[in-house]
């Protein structure tokens, strides 16, 4: 998402031209939808870069010039020194107030539809993953019970104190992930007992190690779990393919699982839309 909130930079670019890739076939820098602005001297959002990135501001500034293409079939090929191999339609228009007013519309509603990442600890990788977290498509929201956890932190996360973090589980929508960093691990059981409790969350993890994970499966049996929800738990969190336990490590580690994660359900709900011959 560009810096810049879309009505400011249209207040302060009124002549744009909006560039939006209709269709998109083969290995492409990105998919159908994906779009950008164009003025004369400034640029919002992306269409995936490249060669193929700068022809379309190209045409989109011929454009406001009076001249340009509204449509572009770009090969994405040796031609133009690029090698994905596949093929983008893209469509040019002068923005109105009334496509404007549409894509404020949609972006409103990518923001609404954007998974809610639960941080329940506000500690040294809690912090550390709320930053890595704050650019990509999530909303994440931070459960504390010191009130100096919560300070200086990112200014789009939403963040809680209180006495009893467990309760917040259930505030969860369907559809989100619980990512347990407490300092208490009796707390990081009773939270994860919860999370696991629910089968509507898409990841539930916890960090730890394999002593923790084997302490925490004895601790669910005894609590009345079983495999199954064990199962759900990933712990420890970041996978174990690199050994390296600072913060901002863990941090890009858990954030690309949870990309990982959200991608592979998102194609699993695409396939069950498509209707079958």
Same mark, same amino acid.
């Given at each position: 998402m560009p810096d810049l909130p879309l009505p400011t930079f249209l207040a302060a670019h009124p002549r744009s031209i909006l560039v939006e890739i209709t269709q998109a076939k083969g290995s492409t820098p990105r998919e159908a939808g994906a779009f950008m602005l164009v003025t004369e001297n400034a640029i919002w959002g992306t269409i995936g870069g490249g060669q193929f990135e700068y022809m379309a501001i190209d045409n989109a500034r011929a454009m406001l010039a009076g001249g340009g293409e509204s449509v572009m079939d770009i090969p994405l090929g040796p031609e133009i020194g690029q090698c994905c191999g596949g093929r983008t339609l893209l469509n040019f228009q002068l923005m109105t107030s009334a496509l404007? #007013? @549409?894509? #404020?519309?949609?972006? =409103?509603?990518?923001?609404?539809? =954007?998974p809610a990442i639960y941080l329940f600890g506000a500690g040294h990788v809690g912090r550390a993953l709320s930053r890595a977290l704050a650019p990509l498509? +999530?909303? &994440? @929201?931070l459960i504390e019970t010191r009130a100096e956890a919560l300070e200086d932190l990112p200014a789009d996360a939403e963040r809680h104190l209180t006495a009893m973090p467990e309760s917040f589980v259930e505030k969860i929508p369907a559809n989100g992930a619980a990512i347990i960093l407490t300092h208490d691990h009796a707390l990081d059981f009773m939270i994860a007992g919860r999370a696991l409790a629910r089968a509507d969350l898409?990841? &539930?993890?916890?960090? $730890?190690?394999? @002593?923790?994970?084997? @302490? +925490?499966?004895r601790?669910?049996? =005894? #609590? $009345?779990?079983?495999?199954?929800?064990?199962?759900?738990? *990933?712990l420890p969190i970041g996978g174990g393919a690199v050994k390296d336990k600072r913060p901002a490590v863990i941090?890009?580690? *858990?954030?690309? #699982?949870?990309?990982?994660?959200y991608a592979v359900r998102q194609e699993q709900r695409s396939k069950r839309q498509v209707p079958s011959a």
């Amino acid at each position: 998402m560009p810096d810049l909130p879309l009505p400011t930079f249209l207040a302060a670019h009124p002549r744009s031209i909006l560039v939006e890739i209709t269709q998109a076939k083969g290995s492409t820098p990105r998919e159908a939808g994906a779009f950008m602005l164009v003025t004369e001297n400034a640029i919002w959002g992306t269409i995936g870069g490249g060669q193929f990135e700068y022809m379309a501001i190209d045409n989109a500034r011929a454009m406001l010039a009076g001249g340009g293409e509204s449509v572009m079939d770009i090969p994405l090929g040796p031609e133009i020194g690029q090698c994905c191999g596949g093929r983008t339609l893209l469509n040019f228009q002068l923005m109105t107030s009334a496509l404007a #007013e @549409t894509l #404020e519309s949609r972006l =409103r509603s990518e923001e609404e539809d =954007r998974p809610a990442i639960y941080l329940f600890g506000a500690g040294h990788v809690g912090r550390a993953l709320s930053r890595a977290l704050a650019p990509l498509p +999530f909303a &994440v @929201t931070l459960i504390e019970t010191r009130a100096e956890a919560l300070e200086d932190l990112p200014a789009d996360a939403e963040r809680h104190l209180t006495a009893m973090p467990e309760s917040f589980v259930e505030k969860i929508p369907a559809n989100g992930a619980a990512i347990i960093l407490t300092h208490d691990h009796a707390l990081d059981f009773m939270i994860a007992g919860r999370a696991l409790a629910r089968a509507d969350l898409a990841y &539930v993890g916890m960090i $730890g190690s394999a @002593t923790k994970r084997a @302490t +925490f499966a004895r601790w669910l049996k =005894r #609590e $009345g779990g079983d495999d199954t929800m064990l199962s759900r738990l *990933v712990l420890p969190i970041g996978g174990g393919a690199v050994k390296d336990k600072r913060p901002a490590v863990i941090a890009a580690l *858990v954030a690309a #699982e949870l990309l990982a994660t959200y991608a592979v359900r998102q194609e699993q709900r695409s396939k069950r839309q498509v209707p079958s011959a």
